[in-house]
């Protein structure tokens, strides 16, 4: 990690994280602790995934994750945050939600979701490349790992994107193997081939 953050041009871990905290929000600190004491919003959707919920912080989107019933979305999110005060608040979530059903559609939204996630220097390196990707198109993990100035870390990548908190925010379904092959992802491949199906206009 310190290497990262050397590579990535700061000069001490205190200016890498007085950055991260107002682009990616949550602090290292704060995330370790479960996110204790922290408000979070949440609400749960039908996507073309199947069930959706989604999370969110006074400064944005902490989690987005996908499960067979409410049930076991709640349980996610508790072991997630397990000491913050999470409130269902379908009134307060519903412009994030349909903004991110709009995406999962095929439809390019105006501008990125604000995000509130804890990441090391090399997580944020790589997410942020990743919502960098144009809109329908892939990238091998190799040309990730290339783009972000090391090549050699192409297992690296593809451990960032199974990390990867808030789903669809940070398109990490748009990596895919050097042969074109779908590759991981945390909520099972037939959900990454939908997503880029969908993104793509073929469904």
Not at 41 to 54: C, E, H, K, V
Not at 58 to 66: R, S
Not at 136 to 145: D, K, L, P, Q
Not at 150 to 157: G, H, S
Request: glycine fraction near 8%.
């Amino acid at each position: 990690m310190t290497r990262s953050m050397y590579d990535a041009g700061y000069s001490s871990s205190s200016r890498l994280y007085e950055r991260t905290a107002s682009q990616l929000g949550m602090t290292p600190d704060k995330y370790r602790r479960g996110a204790i004491a922290a408000p979070i919003r949440y609400t749960f959707a039908d996507s073309p995934l199947g069930r959706m919920l989604i999370a969110a912080t006074d400064k944005g989107i902490c989690a987005i994750q996908f499960a067979g019933s409410d049930d076991e979305l709640e349980q996610g999110l508790r072991h997630e945050f397990p000491f913050a005060n999470r409130k269902r608040d379908d009134e307060v979530m519903q412009p994030w939600k349909e903004n991110l059903l709009r995406q999962m559609r095929g439809q390019l939204l105006n501008g990125a979701l604000p995000l509130d996630i804890q990441a090391t220097a090399f997580q944020r390196r790589v997410w942020t490349h990743l919502q960098s990707i144009p809109f329908g198109t892939t990238r091998s993990y190799a040309a990730v790992a290339k783009a972000i100035g090391q090549p050699t870390a192409t297992r690296a990548v593809a451990r960032a994107c199974a990390t990867n908190p808030v789903a669809v925010a940070i398109p990490c379904h748009r990596v895919v193997r050097k042969n074109g092959d779908m590759g991981g992802y945390r909520w099972g491949i037939e959900k990454k081939k939908a997503l880029l199906e969908l993104e793509s206009g073929t469904v």
